[in-house]
């Protein structure tokens, strides 16, 4: 839908909210607050509740049994989630598993995929990547006694705003063993083109990984299809998993049957596990790259959101997801334009993950602001206002509501009354 399409009305926008898919019954929402902060944490559920309830009911009653027994035996219990985690990214059960973090999970594939030999020791990443990853990248080239300043490239951006594709396939020169990218930058919310940079690095031999934090759950992937080698994420942004919850892994298929760099229990051949052998027969499928014990009470909520985002779709998701960013930018176009706002993510929807990023100079205290007004966005620095409507529970109506906030905010100057600096949390 183009943005000439949109009226800037609050009836309007309660027009649109007649007419769309929405799950908002399903989540806890207070009455007042505008949540625009799903891409950092999602919402509780009550079906994430429900199952969540359901683990402690195994464990209260059953003990020790909740691992085979129960309504939701615990021993195979992120095998199973995995599987109904693989349609929302275009894969295959077997390719995916819930385990570990983002971080964790980006550790065990780098100890696993990234050989540096002879001349092919660099690892490929961008500049503006969500700290963690590279600092997970640094720690294993130094494992390898590499240096990072010179192994490491960064792919720059031109305008510290997005990463051109063009610039991504030009550093995939011979010396480089892995791409490690996101799929959707965390500031300025744009995608990249997985498909094309998966194709360009085979094209070289070089192995290619994606974060996929801030697109899983909010777009369609087609993993398998596009022969992605792996892929980690959360679960706890768009999937709404809950505050810390266990994230995900992906490899490819045809890595199948690889020993996992970092090998443990759980890596095992689920009928060999139990032996106990001091040699690890490790699971010819995305389990061998588990490491220990699954997280159950910090996994079980995610089994009754997934059951939600089947009913839903994630092809209908992604077109309500598209629809709302665009009419919040055109809302942020006609409603803010005298106030030095300007719009960070790319305007194109095949460009756009599921945030606008609202960039202003005084960004920080008026996110503080915003917070004392009901709305709830997310700060990043140094001056971007990250504002996140979710299909599964966000209305119209607290996009327009949202921004009718910020205007008064403006005219009324009422940012001066805070400091502009970020929380210690932002």
Known sequence: MTTNSFIPTKGYAQQLDRNSMTFREEFYIK???????????????KRAEKTLLLSLDDWRNLGIDGWTSG???????????????????????????????????????????YKPEGTRTKIVADELDFPSDIYAIKSQLHLFGLDPNEHLVLVKSRDSRIINEADIISSMTDEVAIV???????????LLD?????????????????????????LPHSLHDWGVDFAVWCNYKYLNSGPGGVGGLFVHERHHGKAPGLAGWFSSNKEKQFDLELDLTHAHSAGAFQIGTPHILSTAP??????????AGIENIREKSLKMTGYMMYLIGTELSDYEFSIGNPAENERRGGHVCLEHREAARICKAL????????????????????????????????????????????????????????
């Open 31 to 45: 009455d007042g607050i505008y949540y625009m902060d799903g891409n950092s944490l999602g919402l509780f559920s």
């Open 194 to 218: 997985m498909e094309l940079l998966t194709k360009e690095a085979h094209k070289r031999n070089i192995l290619i990984g994606f974060d996929l934090a801030h697109s899983i759950g909010a």
């Open 71 to 113: 309504h939701q035996p615990w021993f195979d219990f992120s095998e199973k989630l995995g599987a109904l985690t693989a349609p929302l990214i275009g894969a295959k059960s077997e390719e995916t598993i819930v385990t570990g973090s983002i971080t964790i999970n980006i550790h065990q594939m780098l100890a696993t995929f």
């Open 371 to 426: 917070k004392d007004h009901h709305v709830i966005p997310d700060f990043r620095a140094p001056n971007v206002i990250r504002l996140a409507p979710i299909a599964l529970y966000t209305t119209f109506e607290d996009i327009w509501e949202t921004i009718q906030i910020l205007k008064r905010i403006m005219v009324n100057e009422e940012y001066k009354k805070y400091e502009n600096a970020r929380n210690v949390v932002a």
């Open 180 to 190: 490690w990218l996101p799929s959707v930058l965390y500031r300025s919310g744009q």
């Open 302 to 311: 995610l089994l009754g959101s997934l059951e939600i985002f089947a009913e």
